[in-house]
C-alpha cells in the first residue's frame, strides 16, 4: 500500500512539470486593447495592437467612432494600409504630422504573431453566455 | 524501476531549470509596474501581447506611465475615466472637423424592467461627454422610453451597452454601478426624466 501511495506520488512529481510546461500564456494585456489580425498574418506582419487607454487620454471616443467611422464592433472594420495611406481610419493622425506616419511600419505592427483578432477582456473572451 | 523514475526525474528537472535560466536571462522589463496606490499595470514587453522581439515597442508609452496619474479605479484600465475627464486630469479633443456639432445631453433614463435587481440609471451626460448621439441612437437604441428589448443576455453577448461595457468601459461584473436605483427608496416616475440641460432634437419623449 505504502509502495503504491510512492509511486503515485512520483508520478505526480513527474506530471507538475510537464503540466506546467504546457499551460500557454495567460493574456495581461491592458483592459480594451485590440488585437487586429485580418490581414497581417497573411502579409506576413505582426499583427496590430490598438491600446485604448493611450488614445482615450487624446481623443474622445467619438472622434473615432463617429467622424472617422469605425464600427464599435471587433472585426466589423476592413482597415487596410491603402486607406491609411490616403488619410482615412488610422491615417486622419498617423500622417507623420500629429502622430507618427506609416513608415513606423513596427510601432503599430507589434503583437505577437499567430494572436486572434480581438479584445482583451471583451464580451467574446470573457462573461459570454456561450462559455458558461 | 525507482532508478528510472529518478532519473526521468533528474531530466525533467534539468529541462525545467534551464527553460527557467533561458527566462530569467530574457527579463529585462519587469512583468508589472505598481503605482502609489497599490494599483498594477503590465509592462508591454512582457503583457504576453506584444512581441518582446519587437523593438520598436521599447518606444512606446507604458500604460502606468499614463494611467497611474488618473484617479484610481480598481477595474477596468484601474482609472475612473469620467471623473478624470470632469476633473480635467485629461483633455481629450472633442472633434477634428472643425464643423463636428458637439453635442451633450444631460438627462438621466431609469429603466424598471429589471427583475429583483435595482433599476438602472442611464445618465446620458457622462455617456455624451465621450459619445455622439449617433455612436448609439438609433442603430443600438432606438431614442424613445421602452422601445428596446434590452436583456442582460444581449448585453453580456456584445449588444446594447455591451457594445462599450465590457470591453472598452467599465467592466459587465460592475453590476451595481448600473443597477443603482432601489426601488424602495425612488419616488420619481421612471422613464426618461426631466432634462437639465441640452440638444433637444434627442431628448426621448417622456412616458405617458
Known amino acids: 500500500m505504502n509502495n503504491i501511495k510512492n509511486q503515485f506520488r512520483k508520478i505526480l512529481f513527474l506530471l507538475l512539470p510537464i503540466v506546467g510546461m504546457m499551460t500557454p500564456g495567460v493574456l495581461f494585456a491592458e483592459y480594451a486593447d485590440v488585437v487586429m489580425n485580418k490581414r497581417s498574418d497573411k502579409m506576413g506582419l505582426r499583427p496590430v495592437i490598438f491600446p485604448h487607454w493611450f488614445h482615450r487620454i487624446r481623443f474622445r471616443c467619438k472622434v473615432c467612432h463617429s467622424e472617422l467611422g469605425f464600427e464599435m464592433r471587433v472585426g466589423s472594420n476592413d482597415v487596410t494600409m491603402a486607406e491609411i495611406a490616403n488619410g482615412k481610419f488610422c491615417g486622419m493622425c498617423h500622417n507623420g504630422e500629429v502622430a507618427w506616419s506609416i513608415e513606423h511600419c513596427d510601432l503599430c505592427h507589434s503583437g505577437k504573431p499567430g494572436l486572434k483578432s480581438g479584445i482583451d477582456w471583451g464580451w467574446d473572451k470573457s462573461l459570454t453566455p456561450d462559455s458558461w | ?208
Open chain 2, 1 to 208: 524501476m525507482r532508478i528510472k523514475f529518478s532519473c526521468l526525474l533528474l531530466l525533467l528537472f534539468a529541462l525545467d531549470v534551464s527553460i527557467n535560466v533561458q527566462a530569467a536571462e530574457k527579463k529585462e522589463a519587469p512583468k508589472f509596474y505598481f503605482s502609489n496606490d497599490k494599483r498594477k499595470w503590465n509592462s508591454l514587453q512582457r503583457d504576453e501581447i506584444h512581441d518582446p522581439t519587437c523593438e520598436a515597442i521599447n518606444v512606446l508609452q507604458q500604460p502606468y506611465e499614463a494611467l497611474s496619474e488618473l484617479p484610481y479605479d480598481y477595474t477596468g484600465n484601474n482609472v475612473q475615466w469620467v471623473k478624470a475627464l470632469r476633473e480635467g486630469f485629461i483633455e481629450p479633443r472633442t472633434n477634428i472637423w472643425p464643423e463636428t456639432k458637439i453635442k451633450v445631453l444631460d438627462m438621466d433614463v431609469i429603466m424598471d424592467n429589471t427583475s429583483t435587481l435595482p433599476m438602472v440609471r442611464f445618465p446620458h451626460k457622462e455617456h455624451t461627454e465621450w459619445l455622439d448621439c449617433e455612436n448609439c441612437h438609433n442603430h443600438l437604441f432606438i431614442a424613445k422610453v421602452d422601445a428596446n428589448p434590452i436583456t442582460m443576455y444581449a448585453v453580456l453577448k456584445g449588444e446594447y451597452c455591451g457594445r462599450c461595457h465590457g470591453a472598452v468601459a467599465f467592466p459587465l461584473r460592475e453590476c451595481g454601478r448600473c443597477h443603482s436605483v432601489l426601488r424602495a427608496t425612488f419616488k420619481g416616475k421612471v422613464g426618461a426624466q426631466p432634462v437639465i440641460s441640452g440638444n433637444p432634437e434627442f431628448i426621448a419623449k417622456p412616458r405617458p
